[in-house]
């Protein structure tokens, strides 16, 4: 009986949550089957890093990142989607997107993944940028096809500029501005450490 | 012993029926409160919208009374417009306290999502719309410095959204120009959450729509008609006018059936937690029939024999209540995406309102509805006879 009455006054007590915004697919269906068109199913699963590993994770995950989390928007508690793709009960790979903030607004940069991590495509779903048409074209998607964790390990962000090892070095830097450039190279690096730690073993207990 | 252990002894003979009868006692009195909760809950948030709009009375272009009312909660799209000088043809009207005008214009983004996306903004007179909305309160920045200013606030939601802080540039679809962010405003719960701000006369100008505006806020004063003033305004050209008691009525409406079908489906669940509790304690005394007999025997009066039932019937009826609302509270989140889901207008808010006052009415009602129901038996325990009870094979 003492457990059934804590229990109303704790649901009594409970303060309306607004949950934090996070980053799934608007028509799930429609992108997931566009990516992956021989899929015959998806499962979609809320990952969070304060559900996934807290303080202690976010420490890790911004130390691989180079850079704390910033502003008002990235914080510990956004929830992340993860759509895992399947043919039958084959895994064909993963879809998953995180906000970045670009220089005009969020940028939702999704990652297609193959089920070792490594990059199909790119899907931004929201961008607002002057050069929104040239960050959506193939001719920049593309490089980052086959790119990995791995390859985004070594690459510095708080530098705004491209490394001098390969594979990163053959990207290319869109002539004028570049801030919304460096923005969606951080939301990529960021999705796939995120990726590593939601997706690909990389738990708390080994952190 | 006294009654009250007796009674609650006799339930625990029979764990499981008695757990399924307080299951579905517990389900009945849920579904009376979330559904009692919802018609009040729905009719407080909309109050709560239509308060939060700042005015009484809202002019816009002649038009469809449900796209003006849809314009004001939801924010609309394909807008008809009007000509700015309406607002020289009423503002010296001695009923108004305070008038401000408004453009809502939205634009189709081609990078918003894969096949594109519409962005509402509102345009808005510096000087005449913050007083319009006293409960606005800035979490950053506040108001644009100019009139003219190439300047966006931000509501809670849409900053979130955009990830944009004080300081921050935008770009507005279609445009090359930069405008920068100089507020966002704490959430109010309301539709104003996920708007973008701009001067009137910026968004004008940005999507030439010089002397255009889409909706005229006005603010009577306490003591004018406000009918008799919605009738002066019925004489403009080309003017529709609606009230904000118009809107609520349209709304109310509109959901009216619902909430016909909401009551209706409430008094079965009554009629279902009755018919179960009275289902119940008949076969428990059936089952008891000769022991209550021997309690005759040995002395019970017939009064006894009655309160003890009915004592067994609260018992039911009480747990069962309390099952009700531990997942009325736990379940009220998804009734309400239900409801939202299903509902043609939902307004921003607690849609389903579960207060102290209602769960006090649905514990009296339950174990009402309860005592009712446990008449029937309570009575037939009280007149079996001793000697036909003892005599008999079952």
């Known amino acids: 009986m003492k457990k059934i009455i804590w229990l109303l006054v704790g649901l009594l007590a409970t303060p309306s949550i607004w949950a934090a915004v996070g980053c799934d697919l608007n028509e799930p269906d429609r992108d997931v089957k566009r990516f992956f068109p021989t899929s015959s199913r998806y499962t979609t699963a809320y990952e969070s890093i304060q559900k996934s590993g807290g303080e202690k994770l976010l420490a890790q995950v911004e130390h691989e990142l180079g850079e704390a989390f910033s502003g008002l928007y990235e914080k510990i508690d956004v929830p992340y989607t993860v759509y895992t793709i399947y043919q039958k009960d084959n895994l064909l790979g993963y879809i998953h997107g995180v906000n970045q903030k670009g220089k005009y607004g969020a940028i939702q940069v999704f990652l297609v993944l193959t089920p070792q991590g490594k990059i199909l495509d790119i899907y931004f779903q929201k961008l607002t940028s002057k050069q929104s048409k040239f960050f959506r074209s193939d001719k920049f998607r593309s490089p980052f096809t086959g790119l990995s964790y791995k390859d985004f390990a070594g690459y510095d962000i708080s530098a705004k500029k491209l490394p001098d090892f390969p594979p990163l070095s053959a990207l290319t830097a869109p002539p004028e501005d570049t801030t919304d450039f460096y923005s969606i190279l951080r939301g990529i690096k960021k999705n796939l450490i995120l990726m590593q730690h939601f997706v690909f073993g990389v738990t708390e207990e080994n952190l | 012993m006294n009654f009250f252990t007796l009674a609650y002894k006799n339930l625990l003979r029979r764990k499981i029926r008695t757990f399924f009868t307080v299951i579905g006692i517990g389900l009945s009195a849920w579904v009376f409160i979330t559904l009692m909760g919802f018609n009040r809950g729905y009719e407080e948030s909309l109050n709560r919208d239509i308060e939060a709009m700042g005015f009484q009375l809202l002019l816009t272009a002649k038009g469809c009374p449900y796209e003006a009312a849809t314009l004001m909660l939801k924010g609309g799209t394909g807008l008809r417009y009007m000509p700015q000088d309406t607002v020289k043809k009423v503002q010296n009207a001695p009923e108004i306290a305070q008038l401000t005008q408004m453009l809502m214009h939205a634009e189709f983004d081609p990078y918003k999502g894969e096949d594109g996306g519409t962005t509402v903004f509102l345009g808005i007179d510096p000087t005449t719309y913050p007083a319009m909305k006293p409960y606005f309160r800035f979490k950053q920045g506040g108001w644009f410095t100019q009139p003219q200013a190439n300047e966006i606030v931000l509501g809670y939601e849409a900053a979130e959204l955009e990830e944009r802080e004080a300081g921050d540039l935008m770009l507005l679809p279609n445009t090359e120009q930069e405008f920068k962010v100089v507020g966002v405003l704490e959430r109010t719960g309301t539709q104003d959450d996920g708007m973008i701000f701009l001067p009137l006369q910026t968004l004008q100008k940005t999507f030439h729509k010089e002397n255009l505006i889409t909706m005229l806020g006005i603010r009577t004063h306490q003591e004018a008609d406000t009918a008799v003033f919605e009738e002066q305004l019925y004489q403009l050209p080309d003017v529709q006018v609606v009230s904000m008691a118009q809107v609520k009525n349209t709304i109310i409406s509109l959901v009216a059936s619902a909430k016909v079908i909401v009551l209706s489906i409430a008094a079965i669940a009554f009629l279902i937690a009755m018919f179960g509790v009275l289902n119940t304690v008949l076969m428990s005394v059936l089952e008891r029939y000769q022991e209550i ?53 939902a307004p921003v808010g607690n849609l389903i309102a579960l207060s102290p006052g209602l769960i006090l009415q649905t514990l009296g009602f339950i174990i009402l509805t309860g005592l009712t129901g446990g008449i029937l038996p309570a009575l037939r325990a009280a007149f079996i006879r001793p000697l036909d009870a003892i005599r008999s094979e079952n």
């Open chain 2, 293 to 345: 007999g021997i309690l005759k025997a040995i002395g019970a009066l017939p009064k006894q024999i009655f309160y003890l039932v009915w004592l067994e019937t609260i018992l039911l009826c009480l747990w069962g209540s309390l099952v009700g609302i531990i997942m009325a509270f736990a379940f009220s989140g998804v009734a309400e995406q239900l409801v939202r889901y299903f509902l043609p207008f």
